[in-house]
Nanobody, 127 residues
Framework: QVQLVESGGGAVQSGGSLRLSCAAS????????MAWFRQVPGKQREGVAG???????IYADSVKGRFIISEDRSKNTLYLQMVGLKPEDTAMYYC?????????????????????WGQGTQVTVSS
């Protein structure tokens, strides 16, 4: 059974930094595609960053240049390094996984393309 556990969220001031982690278990990590999403109450879940099979990040325009997605396959862990945080980054952040189809992860940030989700970690940025 796929399990995803996020951590690293917290409250920071505008301009601050956080690193989110997503520990994956219950499956072969290399057989899944991974991504980060966020959601504010009352709004749709938004794609933040995906990672393709070559380790390249695909980012939402709102976070380009400030967020970096990475992974450590030896630890079955996905990361999201966030710098230059803004109040509009305040949200619950989720990692998601989907079984690899074919032999390449595209780094998609479309929520409907992911089946497995963590419980989320809250990020709050004050001005």
């Amino acid at each position: 059974q796929v399990q995803l556990v996020e951590s690293g969220g917290g409250a920071v001031q505008s301009g601050g930094s956080l690193r989110l982690s997503c520990a994956a278990s219950g499956y072969g990590y290399s057989s899944y595609c991974m991504a980060w999403f966020r959601q504010v109450p009352g709004k749709q879940r938004e794609g933040v960053a995906g990672i393709d099979s070559d380790g390249n990040g695909i980012y939402a325009d709102s976070v380009k240049g400030r967020f970096i997605i990475s992974e450590d396959r030896s630890k079955n862990t996905l990361y999201l390094q966030m710098v230059g945080l803004k109040p509009e980054d305040t949200a619950m952040y989720y990692c998601a996984a989907e079984g690899l189809i074919g032999d390449f992860c595209t780094g998609s940030v479309m929520p409907d393309e992911y089946t497995y989700w963590g419980q989320g970690t809250q990020v709050t940025v004050s001005s």
